[in-house]
């Protein structure tokens, strides 16, 4: 009788703490989109998303500039680091000591929990100067920032392939080697296809993580509503516009600053679901065998 | 002729001293079955025959292993082209998460066999003599996961010898197989007996009889006794060997 009362107990809370925070999600999502939804209507969905130009003080509201400066800041970032942490992951997996993967793996986690702020920070007094010596221009630009992003998204990528690689059965890996397969062969033909889920999965984080930043950015990003013209021109991302402007912004500016937020929104479900359908296509194709 | 000679080989994991003063001599074209208690080192045995302990940190043996009278741990001998001659089908089957084409076309391909019409001729052949043509020519773009336990382990078979090796290691290959699956094995191994040198380790020793020419008796790393299976098995030399087949010990 007491059994049944602490596993109905147990089951009930957990329940409760389940819906809770899904409730606290839907409250927020709900709150944004009534606080943007009236901007977004009255200066048009259209001319809203695909108007160019962002003068709060003129009443125009086109968040084009900053879709273009978010998308490209983020694939740029994932350009740059989705090579890179694959060799990383394939090196700590495969090929380096288990002594040596015991220092990198807690050093590489760690990387992933410091403040956006020391990154932004080493940006501006490091990055910047150098971007600045080396392309001329002012420095802040979609390039610096996608840097900058790079290297807050590489411990996520890296830690995550890793653990995908790892856990491909030992019995592939023996299996190719037998076959009279190099250890390199049997890396890029067997163990690698067989992690790609898990791989996608690390880029999707990533890739989260990359559009999510802000602070980070907008302290090298130079935040100019501007299409770019090359790389090395100065952006805006749809996050940074939102945290620039919140301080000051009221009446309509302040709804169209929510209405920046639902076009993020939906910028991110779009991508999440492209990514987790690669994801899923990926899994079917290799049957379901690759854990 | 001997195909392999194994020479006072002994083999330590760490400080375990796992097989001591291994001697026997593998003929060409015949099978040979090992026979013994779990644990008695049957598997470190003929993963030492093509170095696959080598990936076992801590591995270390005496001894020389000849194959074809070569010395294969002698430092310039290349462990890809030995594994490409000794080829080694494990207890567990295990199919690479790819095609069923694509699983018997990997050995070719990592060999740089890439023609397109050689590797198809070649796919097939191996699929025919593995006894998994019939069953498997209509879906061979379809990942090899989703075949049975036993169609799994006759790929794997193919997918050996689809290289053309010149030894074929078996762990225990029917230890995960219905009794239909098995005998089509044994009836495989049978066929390639002609060909190729077959090492075979089984718990079965009806099945040892039914395949094999010689039998290998280990008892704790040792080979306690090694000769014509029939004799091995009807009159055993010694006291170890005829308690074991006689089940009084396990
Ligand atoms: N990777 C390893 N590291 C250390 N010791 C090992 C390793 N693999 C096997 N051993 C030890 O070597 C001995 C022989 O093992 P082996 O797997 O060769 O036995 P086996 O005869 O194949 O047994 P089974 O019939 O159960 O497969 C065992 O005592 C085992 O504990
Ligand atoms: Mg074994």
Redesign the pocket.
Known sequence: MNNRLEEYLIEKGLFITAISSILIILLIITFIFIEGFPAIESYGVLNFVFGSTWAPLKGEFGVLTMIVGTLGITFLALALAVPLSLLCAIFMAEIAPSSMRRILKPVIETLAAIPSVVYGFFGLIVLVPLMREQFGGTGFSMLTASVILMVMILPTIISVSEDALRSIPYEYKEASLALGATQWQTIKNVIFPAAIPGVITGIILGMGRAIGETLAVIMVAGNVTQFPSSVLDPVRALTSNIAIEMGYATGMHYNALFGTAIVLFFMIIFLLVLANYFHYKKKVVIGGGYL | MNRIEVENLNVY??E?H?LKDNNIKIPKNTVTSLI?P????????IRTLNRMNDL?S?FRKEGSIFFDGKEIYEPDVDVVELRKKVGMVF?KPNPFPKSILDNVAYGLKVHGINDKDVVEERVEESLKSAALWDEVKDKLDKSAMGLSGGQQQRLCIARTIAIEPEVILMD?PCSALDPISTTKIEDLIHKLKKEYTIVI?T?NMQQATRVSKHTAF?LHGEIVEIGRTDKLFMEPEDKRTEDYITGRFG
């Open positions: 994991f760490e375990a796992i013994g779990s644990g008695c080192g049957k598997s470190t045995f076992i801590g207890q225990e380790v718990h280990f």
